[in-house]
Structure formats: C-alpha cells, structure tokens
C-alpha cells in the first residue's frame, strides 16, 4: 500500500514556474514508477510525466515537453514536477500516481495509486 499526497500547488502568473511535490508513505516506493497526471474543469484527467523507479527513465506529454522536468529522491520518498514557462492552459488539479512501470503509467488504467490532487491555476 502506498499513500501519496502532493503540496506545492497554487496560483501562478503565465511564464512562471512552480514545483509540485509529492510525498508517499510506505516502504516500497522504491519499486514504483511515480508520474503525474493532470484534469482540468470538463475535461479527462490526462498524462503529464513518468519516472521509473530508478530515475534512469522519463517519459512527458508533447503539451509539456522541455517545459516541465519530473524527479525523484527515493531515500526521501518524493517526486516532483518542476513546471517552468507555464500557461493559462496548464491550469487543472495535478495528481500524483505510482504505476508498475513507466510505460504502464502513462494511462490512468494502469496507475496503482493516486494522490488527492493539487490545484494550480495559471493566470494571464
């Protein structure tokens, strides 16, 4: 069992930055993939970035790529999501998710466990 919860959310002027983080409990985090994944009002929750257990892999949404940059400190039990250059676009709740794999947690089918969500609101 792995409990996730994400802080750093809030409200950013566009062309800003702001790092999300997500803590997790329980021993075996080690062994999962983290990813972040977003849902804006009306809209599907969708795939931002994916990390695998050992850090040596990542895999980002086109929407966010060479914007957003995904990390991990395992001795630490967190991930985060620096998110630079945002847009009003990338405003939505940001929840963060452990998966089996990288590749498998690029969907929300195959994410394990999911955070309560953090706002971020980007404004124009």
């Known amino acids: 069992q792995v409990q996730l919860e994400e802080s750093g959310g809030g409200l950013v002027q566009a062309g800003g930055s702001r790092r999300l983080s997500c803590s997790a409990s329980?021993?075996?985090?080690?062994?999962?993939?983290m990813g972040w994944f977003r849902q804006a009002p009306g809209k599907e929750r969708e795939f931002v970035a994916v990390i695998s257990w050992s850090g040596g892999v990542t895999y980002y949404a086109d929407s966010v790529k060479g914007r957003f940059t995904i990390s991990r400190d395992n001795p630490r039990n967190r991930v985060y999501l620096q998110m630079n250059s945002l847009k009003p676009e990338d405003t939505a709740v940001y929840y963060c998710?452990?998966?089996?794999?990288?590749?498998?947690?690029?969907?929300?089918?195959?994410?394990?466990?999911w955070g309560q969500g953090s706002q971020v609101t980007v404004s124009s």
């Open positions: 329980g021993r075996t985090f080690n062994t999962y993939a």
């Open positions: 998710a452990a998966s089996d794999t990288a590749s498998g947690g690029k969907t929300p089918s195959g994410v394990n466990y």
